[in-house]
């Protein structure tokens, strides 16, 4: 199980969740930003169904292959 991390930090004069280095939106309080970084982390804990993905790697290949609905990642929020 992958770990991943929402950090919460200051963004666009307000306050948002990242993940790496992706933002969510801007919300008015550092609580708020909080509330909704902790419901994501609650919804991708749910597992989900097992499904067929199809991808392009950099070569230019694409590639089929089965993803697990219940291999889910283990997100904490931080800050």
């Known amino acids: 199980m992958s770990r991943i991390v929402y950090e919460i930090v200051r963004h666009d004069w307000g306050w ?4 790496g280095d992706v ?4 919300y008015p309080t ?4 909080r509330d909704a970084a902790k419901q994501v982390a609650r919804e991708q804990r749910q597992p989900g169904e097992t499904t067929e993905i199809s991808w392009e790697d950099e070569n230019g290949r694409w590639h089929t ?7 889910r ?3 904490d929020v931080t800050g």
């Open 65 to 71: 292959e089965m993803s697990d609905g219940g291999d």
């Open 16 to 19: 948002a969740y990242r993940l």
């Open 73 to 75: 990642p283990d997100p």
């Open 30 to 33: 550092h609580d708020d930003a």
């Open 23 to 26: 933002y969510s939106e801007t």
